[in-house]
């Protein structure tokens, strides 16, 4: 049975196809920690997620149902959430872009790395898990990482959110946190049982309340990216 | 005139919405953003309300017309009736 090591938390997985254990092979763990739960995905797991994207393979499916026992385990646990975005990190600050599927996060990020080279690295594309530890916020690599495959096995602390749309022209301002309230609940996986939900509500006051909020109106171009990030990281360049 | 079962309202860094928890989630997976007068409302209509008393209960809190207040109220119903969210 694979362990891993994903968002610090480390547990077994008991899985029946070889597509999740390869996804998840960088997240492999043989250190002295504590084994935190076993997730064992069972064809009734899959069938449900069947339910939730009928298109893909089984094989596939069994992934996404580790990563909701993995982000159930999280919530209920580890003061973690799943953040639908594409998590940069530059110079040890994290940077969350997060949009419905199809808006450009990924096409932003990608701009901001060749904006800044090897001072930038990917956290996460799309599924990175968001943790709350001692006072603040931090931002882990994980398997499930989006389409280009981009993500690092490594923890960052998050210096700014930002909610992207589609522009002409390039702006960027403070987001309210009602704004980032409903983005951020349409970014994540909603519990169904109460107590959980109220979990996710207090995490999601507290990151709204500590974390660097923006609202990003942007085309595909270098401007954009040193828009977006002159702002948020209070670097000139 | 009574808010279903697992339609939950929380204050959230000062914002008001509303989720669905339980066996509602079947039938309701957005998110409602309520202001602090809808809120009010809510609360009562947790506990039950009819319209009249509904519009007595916002004459008595808020600085408020009695036709502006029957107005808004019945805009108010009818967005949660339309969505389901009433019994």
Known sequence: MPRYKIADVVFDAKLIYGYTEKLCKKYEYDGDEPVKFVAEVTQEDIKAEQVLAEEFPPAYLESLALFRKLCNYCLKNANGIVFHSSAIAVDGNAYLFTAPSGTGKSTHSRLWRELLGDRAFMVNDDKPMVRYEDGAFYVYGTPWNGKHRLDTNCKVKIKAICAISQAKENSIRKATTAEMLITILNQTIRPQDQEDMDKLLKLIEKMLTEVELYKLGCNISREAAELSYKTMSGDNL | ?87
Request: charged share 30%.
């Open chain 2, 1 to 87: 005139m009574k808010i279903k079962d697992g339609f939950i309202l929380r204050e959230v860094a000062g914002n008001y919405i509303v989720v669905a928890v339980g066996n509602a989630v079947k039938d309701f997976n957005g998110v409602i953003t309520l202001n602090e007068t809808g809120s009010f409302l809510w609360k009562k209509l947790e506990k039950g309300a009819t319209e009249e008393e509904l519009k007595t209960a916002l004459l008595e809190e808020y600085d408020v017309t009695e036709e502006i207040a029957t107005r808004d109220i019945g805009l108010f119903v009818k967005k949660l009736t339309d969505a389901g969210l009433v019994k």
